[in-house]
């Protein structure tokens, strides 16, 4: 931080007076709970091996990350339902660039040494990334909702029970379709087998010109990107599990790497990849 002044710390630049907010006593660290924050790190390695601080931070910051993406494409989805499309795509813009920072941040992981992870790793059974509570909301948010990621909550029925809600609550793809259809694009509201030939019909003039309607073409675009970098933060995922773990069981259970690898080809917005099959050369 300069010395220019600071909005969280309650003084001016030089004169010590309170700044235009009036509240002298909100300074940086109690503004974002900074002792809170780093008072929250308890390795179960005893004594605590050095690299699981490292594997606490990084999966605590992946949370702290879940929870603004939740933020964002909430705030997309209403914007979906008003249809303000420049809106919708700004915020759904904007996770795109948060989901980059997720791409990169899991190699830190790969700095650790194999066997030393192995120092500390069985101390977390029965933990697991499938008790990501708001990675499958953000899942079910963007329209991939799968029942069967309930089973890994059945011992928090309190997390069961906000699990359940975002599984019955409106989703992005679903408020991409109805938007798209209150835009004059006449086209069933739900994505499924049947529907589908009808939904890539009316969204191909959009992408046929995308001139036409240059808004509706970046958002839908954005969905893109956004669908693409899950995949990718999944690939990502592989990728570091299989350089720390090889092919072992993973902590939850799960069969690790291969059962990973069979994550990566899921797509929130099928029909938006499926349209470029469409597409002809201009005339």
Not at 141 to 161: I, T, V
Request: charged share 25%; proline share 6%.
């Amino acid at each position: 931080m300069s010395d220019g002044g600071c909005p969280y710390s309650g003084q001016g630049p030089s004169d010590g007076k309170p700044n235009v907010y009036g509240k002298s006593d909100l300074t940086y660290n109690t503004y974002l709970k900074v002792s809170e924050l780093t008072g929250l790190q308890f390795p179960v390695s005893d004594p605590a091996h050095h690299d699981e601080m490292l594997f606490i931070i990084i999966h605590q910051a992946y949370e702290l990350w879940f929870k603004l993406i939740k933020h964002e494409l909430a705030t997309a989805m209403d914007h979906m339902r008003e249809r303000e499309v420049l809106r919708a795509q700004h915020f759904v813009k904007r996770t795109v660039e948060i989901m980059k920072v997720l791409d990169q941040q899991i190699h830190i992981l790969e700095t650790m040494n194999p066997v030393e992870f192995l120092e500390f790793r069985s101390g977390l059974n029965p933990a697991s990334g499938f008790q990501s509570l708001q990675f499958r909301e953000i899942e079910f948010m963007a329209g991939l909702k799968d029942e069967s990621y309930l089973k890994h909550f059945e011992k928090r029925p309190e997390m069961l029970r906000e699990l359940r809600a975002a599984l019955a609550a409106p989703d992005l793809n679903a408020r991409y379709l109805e938007m798209v259809n209150a835009l004059g694009y006449t086209l069933p509201t739900r994505d499924a087998p049947e529907t589908r030939p009808a939904i890539l019909a009316a969204l191909k003039p959009i992408y046929q010109d995308p001139g036409k309607d240059l808004p509706l073409y970046l958002l839908s675009e954005s969905l893109v990107d956004l669908d693409q970098h899950l995949s990718l933060w999944r690939e990502h995922h592989v990728r570091v599990v299989e350089r720390v773990i090889g092919f072992k069981q993973g902590t939850g259970g799960s069969s690790g790497v291969e059962y990973l690898r069979t994550t990566t080809a899921k797509k929130a917005f099928p029909y938006l990849w499926e349209v470029r099959t469409l597409l002809e050369v201009r005339k």
